[in-house]
């Protein structure tokens, strides 16, 4: 294995890493965005009202991506795994 072939795996694991968490992270950035605007409207300062439709935002939409993100982490552990069996 030559800087070449560990340079395009460590680029492939980021990328697999950014668009496994993606969703997940941009709806949690959302939803936080939306409930610190309404909390600075109403000024109530609960500190459980951002954790809990937060968490209910990130489950369903992994409900919804979870074979996404399952095929991303697939395609990546069989581009490893055929490295592996060729040598690199």
Same mark, same amino acid.
């Given at each position: 294995?030559?800087?070449?072939?560990?340079?395009?795996?460590?680029?492939? %694991?980021?990328?697999?890493?950014?668009?496994?968490?993606?969703?997940?992270?941009?709806?949690?950035?959302?939803?936080?965005?939306?409930? %610190?605007?309404?909390?600075?409207?109403?000024?109530?300062?609960?500190?459980?009202?951002?954790?809990v439709?937060? +968490?209910?935002?990130?489950? +369903?939409?992994i409900?919804? @991506?979870?074979?996404?993100?399952?095929?991303?982490? @697939?395609?990546?552990?069989?581009?490893?795994?055929?490295?592996?069996?060729?040598?690199?």
């Amino acid at each position: 294995m030559n800087e070449a072939d560990a340079l395009d795996l460590v680029q492939f %694991a980021i990328w697999t890493v950014l668009t496994a968490a993606g969703p997940a992270v941009g709806v949690a950035m959302l939803v936080g965005i939306g409930i %610190a605007l309404l909390q600075a409207l109403t000024q109530v300062q609960e500190v459980t009202l951002t954790f809990v439709p937060k +968490i209910l935002a990130i489950l +369903i939409v992994i409900a919804f @991506s979870g074979s996404f993100i399952g095929g991303q982490i @697939s395609a990546f552990s069989n581009v490893v795994f055929q490295r592996i069996e060729n040598g690199f």
